[in-house]
């Protein structure tokens, strides 16, 4: 190998052992309750910045981090990484990164088609087989489940807040897919986020290995920083040399995560805004107002994927960056009256019509260049508009035109299982299904 592997650690045990790509993938949460971080963070090598070809990037800057050669992992990013991720131009340097043209219109997609690709790979080096949980607000699980669906391999078992996820995020979670259950829990997210980390601290079911695909997954987060490195790519192709800003519309922090380590990656200097909905205790955090680990109850909003009371990848943002993450970013909590005027203004002012999640970071965008923030503002737009008709209509009296992935879904057979909000109801229900 033309690189020695990276290694990965618990963010509990930072002096600690590191266990290969393969084996943190496997187990998804490290066996101390920790998740797991890269023992070290090896550059892209140099000119990675002329490749504009999201995949090939994946493989050049990743090929380390999964320990395998570039011509190994690149087929999984061809496959996992087949749709556009435009950079709009608003004017006024703002920009909308678009994450959200794959199968079901949000970003997850990236990160779980990647993650499903690996993964296959791990298994089928081990001859092993594998269950995947994972706990949703709304997105993830779709997008799980959408990437994982008739792998052989690996099963899925997919958690959601029953009531609490819109009608377009139900039908995506809870269509009929061979190897995948769709479970509807008497609970919220953070309940459906505790069953999954305490059935995964059991680490086997049934002689099958357990992990997860939440973004405590190295594997889900890993991939995310290619669309930071190909959108900073693009904005110098352009003649651009300022410093760009990217706004994340923020729930468990895995993207701003993401965002942070790819800054280590491809050796560039980005600055970064987490935009968050009433569920703000990140944004307070960062403002001094509360401590580390202090969270709060999530609280329902209508940007429902970012209602999150706990942010799992706190854990890892505060083992990278500790006090400093206070200086290197700046947070901001946007009200749903707020999110609402957003969506209108950008519609009215712009002509972009955006889901509730980016309008938040378009408001936070718009509160940062008020207060004198220079340079290009990139906001990631994390999913599609039509995946929230309700709110978009409500807010500009149109309807968003459709997305090819989500009609696909409306049509499609649909079956969940209900649970109570129980690890023990869970785990019972693992072993029969
Ligand atoms: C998951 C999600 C988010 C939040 O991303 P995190 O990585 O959990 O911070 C934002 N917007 C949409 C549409 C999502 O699906």
Avoid at 294 to 307: G, H, I, K, Q, W
Avoid at 331 to 339: F, K
Wanted: charged share 25%; hydrophobic share 45%.
């Amino acid at each position: 190998m033309s690189f020695a592997p990276v290694g990965y650690r618990s963010t509990r045990a930072p002096d600690g052992e590191s266990v290969s790509f393969d084996d943190a993938v496997l187990s998804g949460l490290a066996p101390d309750g920790g998740l797991y971080l890269p023992d070290r963070m090896p550059q892209a090598p140099s000119g990675w910045e002329e490749e504009d070809d999201p995949a090939a990037l994946a493989a050049v800057a990743l090929a380390p981090f999964v320990g395998r050669e570039r011509g190994a992992v690149e087929p999984v990013f061809r496959k996992a990484l087949d749709f556009r991720l435009p950079l709009v131009d608003l004017g006024d340097d703002l920009y909308v990164l678009e994450l959200f043209h794959g199968p079901t219109a949000a970003f997850k997609d990236v990160g779980a088609r990647s993650m499903a690709g690996l993964m296959e790979q791990v298994m089928e080096k081990r001859g092993e087989s594998a269950t995947v949980l994972v706990a949703t607000s709304g997105d993830t699980g779709g997008a799980v489940a959408d990437a994982f669906a008739g792998l052989g391999t690996v099963r899925v078992a997919v958690l959601y807040p029953r009531g609490q996820v819109s009608a377009v995020q139900e039908a995506q979670l809870t269509a009929v897919r061979e190897g995948v259950t769709a479970f509807a829990v008497d609970g919220t997210f953070d309940d459906c986020q505790r069953m999954v980390k305490e059935v995964l601290a059991a680490r086997e079911l049934a002689g099958q290995h357990l992990s997860t695909a939440n973004s405590i997954n190295i594997a889900r987060l890993l991939p995310q920083v290619v669309y930071y490195m190909h959108a900073w790519a693009r904005l110098r192709g352009s003649g651009e040399t300022r410093v760009p800003t990217f706004v994340v519309p923020s729930g468990n922090l895995g993207n701003l995560t993401a965002g942070m380590m790819s800054t280590d990656i491809g050796g560039m200097r980005s600055d970064f805004v987490a935009a968050h909905n009433d569920n703000d205790y990140f944004a307070r955090f960062l403002a001094g107002e509360a401590e580390p680990y202090a969270f709060d109850p999530s609280v329902r909003t209508l940007s429902n994927a970012m209602d999150v009371g706990g942010p799992s990848n706190f854990e890892r943002l505060w083992a990278l960056r500790g006090e400093d993450l206070r200086r290197a970013v700046k947070g901001h909590a946007v009200s749903d009256v707020a999110t609402k005027e957003s969506i209108t203004r950008a519609w009215t002012e712009r002509g972009y019509l955006a889901c509730p999640h980016t309008a938040v970071g378009l408001e936070a965008a718009e509160r940062e260049r008020a207060a004198g923030r220079p340079g290009p503002i990139v906001v990631l737009a994390t999913a599609h508009p039509a995946k929230f008709p309700d709110t978009v209509i409500e807010a500009v009296g149109v309807e968003p035109p459709p997305h090819p992935g989500l009609e696909r879904f409306e049509r499609a057979e649909k079956r969940a299982v209900p649970l109570a909000a129980d690890a023990a109801a869970l785990e019972r229900a693992l072993t029969s299904f």
